[in-house]
Structure formats: C-alpha cells, structure tokens
C-alpha cells in the first residue's frame, strides 16, 4: 500500500497561489507568538477566517455544531455526506494540526477538508474543537478529544451528539494532521486500554505527524527554512506545550512517541496506522521513526511518501498531490 517513491526535487516547487497562502500562515503566526512564551490571539483573529456550520447541504454534505462542555469550550463540529443516507457508514474522528496552538474546526481550510472526507471516503466525520496552548498546557487537549471518544460511545441514542442513524461506531478511524495526527496516535493508544461499550477504533491515519526529541534530526537541519516548519518554531510550540518540569522535556513519550521512553504498545492490539510523511517537511525524520516504530513493535503500518511536497500540503486543494491524499485515505478507511 506504500505510495510509489519519487526522487524529490533539489527545491520546493509549489504553484505561486499556495507560496503566497504559505508565506502568510509563517509571517502571521511568526508575528503572534511571544519569546515569553505566551500569544497574541488579538493579531491571529485578524486572519483568522471561520466557515459556519450548514444544516442545509452545501456540495453534498451537512454539518452542524455540538457543545461538550462549555466550561472549557469543548465542542465538535459533525459533517453528514447527503447522498449515503441509507447505508452504514464509519466515523471519522478528526483532530486539526497547528501545533496545538493555533486554528480549530471552524477554520475555512480545516471545514473544507473535512467536507471532503464526509464526501469522498463516504464517512461521518466528527471534527473536534480541543483547548489550544499555551493557555492549556498538556495533557488538556489529549484529554479533550478522548472525551469526545467517550462521549459517542455514553450516547448510546444519538440524541445528544445528533450523529445521523447510519453511523457506524464499530469503525471508528482517529484521523489528524501534524499535531492532530500526534492527538490521533496517543488517543489510539488510550482507547486500547478502555472498555468502550460499543465503539471501536479500527484505525489510525497520521497525516505528517508532530513529533519531536531532544535529538536534531538530519531533515529539522537540512530543510531550515522550508514552509511552517522549524526548529525555531518547533522549540517554541514545545514549550509553550509541555508542563515545566524535568520529565517534561522533548524527549517526554508524549513528543517522541518511538524515543528512549517510549510506551510499548507490542502486547496492545494497537489499530493499522496509515503514516503521511513528506519530502520538504522538517519533521519527516521523526515520522518516519513512528512508522519504523510501530512495524519493530509488530503493529500494521502503512508509509505514504510525498517526496516533493511540504508540512500541511494536503490542506491546499489547488495541489493534485491533496486530492491524492485524500483517495489515499478513503481507500485504507474502506479496506477495513
């Protein structure tokens, strides 16, 4: 299932309509974040655009809102494929990348990626709003989306959680990008030591996954400069994520997942994993440790390799290396 390998490119070609969105992404969120380790959230609200959620269908798909818990704004955003009303269909559990800093479910880029997965996989997909750094330290947002998890499995009429009848929690996929796609291992993870009452995860889809340690990797210093991603800002978004104290170092399994304290998962029926990695992506040494990880601990892994493309790729429709992706995960959702 590994996608066919192509030698990169000596530099990143992109279309210019997706250099322009990258280099405003870097330069706005550059600007937001403090040395001291906080963040302007006034200046990120100037950019920061937001799709509504629509009850009537818009290209295929319905969606529509579900708070959790206010007190921590705990909510999740549901989106129905209009046209597979009358069969089952799984569940996608998705988590939004940005570092667990920035951006959230309602974010224009994330509700149209989402929509797509709703459409093309078919599947329900349920989009989750967790607490966001540096405001909720660790482990705030691991906890949030397991909550979620918990929450469709306690639901046992759907009244609550208005997922439509046809979804089928017996195939539930935890599916994230960059920091979601951290959020989706560690919440796998969890729900193998969980007696859920109906639910079941049956896979794993870590899309560019955040992972980090104390150790520079060969691509954080030979891609330096490459898009969104850098040691820099890696640093940063670390720190402003970890509690303080010595445990909580780079090195914390929570960060380097297949590192020198990692969790053993070999005696866990741990779900197939479908890892995304990429060529340009500062983190693609640490990605493709978690894949090499989970084949060593006699997991079901899969590696899709996108040698010429960057961090966050698939979230630009304008690259046909995105509708990639996409069939991509339709095809492991729907083999399972």
Request: hydrophobic share 40%.
């Amino acid at each position: 299932m590994d996608a066919t390998t192509i030698k990169p490119s000596p530099t990143l070609s992109l279309p210019w309509k997706t250099r322009i969105l990258l280099t405003i992404i870097t330069t706005v969120s550059d600007a937001a974040v403090r040395k001291n380790g906080t963040i302007n959230r006034r200046l990120l609200n100037f950019l920061d655009f937001r799709a509504p959620a629509t009850p009537k269908s818009a290209k295929s798909v319905t969606s529509h809102d579900i708070t959790l818990d206010k007190t921590r704004n705990l909510w999740f955003r549901v989106f129905i494929p209009t046209k597979h009303a009358n069969e089952p269909l799984p569940v996608i559990m998705f988590f939004h990348g940005g570092g667990f800093v920035f951006l959230s479910p309602d974010v224009l880029a994330y509700d149209a990626v989402c929509r797509r997965f709703a459409r093309t996989v078919p599947a329900i997909v349920v989009s989750v709003n967790y607490r966001l750094a540096p405001e909720h330290k660790y482990p705030a947002q691991h906890d949030d989306c397991f909550d979620v998890l918990k929450f469709l499995d306690d639901d046992l009429d759907m009244s609550k959680s208005m997922l439509p009848k046809n979804a089928d929690l017996s195939r539930v996929f935890v599916v994230g990008d960059s920091a979601g796609g951290n959020l989706a291992h560690h919440v796998a993870y969890r729900a193998c030591g969980f007696d859920f009452k109906r639910l079941k995860v049956a896979g794993v889809v870590a899309i560019q996954p955040f992972f980090g340690g104390e150790e520079r990797t060969d691509s954080e210093t030979r891609l330096e400069g490459t898009p969104i991603v850098s040691v820099k800002r890696t640093d940063w978004t670390w720190k402003a994520f970890l509690p303080q104290g010595e445990e909580f170092n780079r090195d914390h399994p929570i960060v380097n997942v297949s590192g020198p304290n990692a969790m053993d998962i070999s005696k866990i029926d741990f779900p197939p994993t479908m890892v995304v990695v990429a060529g340009f992506d500062a983190l693609h040494d640490w990605q493709k440790r978690y894949y090499e990880w989970l084949k060593k601990s006699g997991k079901e892994a899969y590696l899709f390799e996108y040698p010429n493309m960057c961090h966050a790729f698939y979230i630009f429709p304008e690259l046909p290396e995105a509708g990639q992706l996409i069939g991509q995960v339709s095809e492991f959702i729907r083999k399972r």
